[in-house]
């Protein structure tokens, strides 16, 4: 299938192939039949896109301040990698479509009573075919055309604003911007019972407003917004104003307060700048709020991603309730949208609408993608993609690494796939759920074709080795595919998130074993740390003593916001095994003898909690590690001390290993941080090659993740 992207380097608009997503739970695979461009949000992404690093900089300058504290904490290499990975990272397009169902799951075909075929209205992107939650769609009746619902979603912003202002029967309410939100938030209120003063300085956009019935300020023709709003209101002032324009100014917020009535309300759907003067609120008692989207429930993954509604007695209007009231205001005929389409493209010709946008001679509101002209050839609902047309020669498998790659994430295209590619592995394919992200790094590290189905990798012959970078929930169900497939697997941590999968990892590990006389496949988790060279280091000086040792790890993690994945003890178990596992397999590669106790310790009062965790060893030697979320961005994030025999050891950050006592090693410095990962990399695929031991031991592998998920459950 094809799906419209943006090039967040260079803002140019590409239509790209890519394999088609599965139908995931609580979810409706949909085939697209229309979208809609969302001229005001689309042509500020375009041109953020279009502007030098500088600019773009200058316009977030939160992400400035995240680039300067990764430098001061990881180094200046790092953090330009991991600037140049994200803008190199493409960017869906769209929010407003229109489509057919392909697939639902039956339960929940009975759940919202719609059947494969129906129409429905969802917030999918450009694309011929999305996979689309549950609470972010809305079925279509009669006689409503698809011309007129792939406006919903639009409509569903401008009616969350009108939500929030509250209008009454007959109050005066502004809307400043008169683009397709602030025009279809004129027909909203006007159906309110509100007297309506629409502004704007276009003024073909001025008279569509006035043919909806709204009074209009000509700001084209020199008329003074505020002067002849509080003309229009006999000085009074209106009741609200509603704020869609789209512009960096200030001037839209500071003219609303001007316009309104003591104790009016002011909501911004759309994007100003917002620096307040105090005096134009304070002396009337002014409200002022900004509208989330299409209502309730957006970016809550609760509610978006799980498919858990509000209850409708307490939350009366959802985004979904909001997507159901236009689609009822449309079959009613209370809204009229179609004099609102202005152009027309064939998906075909995506690009070409986008021109429009900086054609400044070009007068659009409404601009129309149709998708029934698609090429008769094509496949458009194919799984799988070639991006190369060579084919790889497999010869001895135990000099080859041919890789399968699940998951494209962030982690997977800055830190895996780059050393994956200088360590000489043959790739293959790569998958990921909706096919974008793999497509894309496919092309860029020289995979022969990317999937959505990861099934594809474990049952492929040539494929040998399987590489797990998705999500922790799936880590468990992808290892044990690929054990059972007889492939070599390399797999983020945590490799599993409960007791059960941990057990049954085991099991299979054994099975496996009997089955092929002792010999088995290479399992390695992605404990980086024990493969820093400055942790080899560590190995080595402490290969002399006897004593026992003592560690501490003090981490300055940082908070994740309370609603991250990471959180979720389905999907991410916490931090305590998807993070603190990585020091526990440092600590047991250190000390080199089996944990034998284990306690942790976590603060109150924190949502996300910092723990102290005691780690005892058969040999006496002792473990502390300080994960702290409270801390501060400045200060370094990993440091790591060993005490043993009169001796120390000081490792700040992976850069620099301090010794004090020892006589012959003061410093050990790199110019760049180092945990560990092309070592890794290195080791688990010579593993392969030579048929040698594992990178790191089973026993060692299993009794990490075995103490991480107790001490996880509070053992």
Request: aromatic fraction near 8%.
């Amino acid at each position: 299938m094809r799906q419209l992207f943006q090039n967040l380097k260079n803002g140019n608009v590409e239509v790209t192939e890519i394999p088609s997503p599965r139908l995931k739970p609580n979810h409706i695979l949909i085939q697209t039949t229309q979208s809609l461009i969302s001229a005001g949000t689309e042509k500020m992404l375009l041109e953020f896109g279009k502007a030098n690093l500088f600019d773009k900089a200058r316009q977030q300058p939160d992400k400035v301040r995240q680039v300067l504290e990764k430098v001061r904490t990881d180094g200046l290499l790092p953090t330009f990698d991991a600037v140049r990975a994200k803008l190199d990272t493409p960017l869906a397009l769209g929010y407003c479509n229109v489509g057919r169902v392909i697939d639902i799951d039956e339960r929940l075909g009975r759940e919202m009573r719609i059947s494969p075929g129906d129409r429905v209205v969802n917030n999918g992107p450009h694309s011929e075919i999305v996979c689309i939650p549950k609470n972010l769609c809305a079925k279509i009746s009669e006689p409503v055309t698809d011309d007129e619902a792939v406006f919903t979603v639009i409509g569903s912003i401008a009616l969350q604003g009108i939500r929030l202002v509250s209008p009454e029967i007959g109050e005066n309410i502004v809307v400043m911007g008169l683009g397709l939100i602030g025009l279809m938030a004129v027909q909203l209120l006007q159906a309110n019972g509100c007297h309506v003063i629409g502004c704007d300085p276009d003024k073909s956009k001025c008279e569509i407003a006035k043919q909806f019935g709204a009074d209009i300020v000509d700001i084209a023709q020199g008329q003074d917004a505020m002067d002849t709003v509080l003309t229009k209101t006999d000085q009074q002032g209106v009741d609200g104003v509603l704020i869609t324009a789209s512009t960096t100014s200030s001037d839209p917020v500071h003219q609303a307060a001007i316009m309104c009535r003591k104790r009016g309300r002011i909501v911004l759907t759309g994007v100003t700048g917002l620096q307040l003067n105090r005096n134009d609120f304070y002396e009337k008692e002014l409200s002022f709020q900004v509208s989330c989207s299409y209502g309730p429930g957006r970016y809550d993954k609760t509610y978006e991603e799980k498919g858990i509604d509000y209850p409708f007695g307490y939350v009366r209007w959802t985004e979904q309730r909001n997507f159901q009231t236009i689609l009822n205001l449309l079959k009613k005929r209370r809204l009229n949208v179609l004099e609102l389409i202005t152009h027309r493209f064939s998906f075909d010709d995506a690009t070409s609408a986008y021109d429009l946008l900086y054609d400044p001679e070009q007068k659009y509101i409404g601009i129309l993608l149709d998708y029934s002209n698609q090429t008769p050839d094509r496949d458009s609902d194919a799984v799988v993609i070639d991006l190369s047309p060579s084919s790889i020669e497999v010869g001895k498998s135990d000099e080859s690494v041919i890789a399968g790659l699940i998951g494209a994430g962030g982690y997977t295209a800055q830190v895996l796939l780059p050393i994956m590619v200088k360590a000489g592995i043959h790739l293959k394919t790569i998958a990921s759920s909706g096919g974008a992200s793999a497509t894309h790094l496919g092309k860029k590290f020289g995979f022969q074709q990317s999937v959505t189905d990861p099934d594809l990798i474990f049952s492929d012959p040539e494929i040998n080795t399987v590489f797990i970078s998705t999500r922790h929930d799936t880590h468990a169900q992808f290892t044990s595919k690929a054990i059972a497939s007889g492939k070599h697997v390399f797999v983020e941590k945590p490799l599993c998130l409960i007791p059960e999968e941990l057990e049954w990892i085991i099991e299979q590990q054994k099975e496996v074993a009997k089955s092929k006389a002792g010999r088995v496949s290479v399992l390695t988790v992605g404990f980086n740390r024990r493969f820093s060279p400055h942790v080899r280091k560590i190995k080595e000086l402490l290969k002399g003593l006897s004593f026992p040792k003592s560690l501490v790890m003090t981490v300055n993690a940082g908070a994740v916001p309370a609603d991250h994945w990471i959180h979720d003890p389905e999907i991410g178990g916490g931090r305590i095994i998807g993070e603190v596992c990585h020091f526990i397999d440092l600590f047991r590669y250190i000390v080199g003898h089996a944990v034998d106790s284990y306690r942790i310790i976590r603060t109150a009062g924190e949502e996300d909690s910092s723990a102290s965790i005691q780690l005892g060893y058969k040999d006496g030697s002792i473990g502390s590690i300080h994960y702290f979320t409270s801390g501060n961005k400045g200060f370094p994030k990993e440091r790591l001390e060993v005490f043993s025999s009169g001796k120390i050891l000081h490792l700040d950050n992976f850069r620099t290993l301090r010794g004090f006592g020892w006589r012959n090693f003061k410093k050990m410095k790199l110019w760049r941080q180092d945990k560990g990962h092309i070592d890794e990399i290195k080791a688990f695929t010579e593993a392969i090659r030579s048929g040698g031991q594992w990178p790191i031991p089973m026993t060692q592998i299993f009794e990490t993740t075995e103490v991480a998920i107790k001490l996880s459950m509070g053992a």
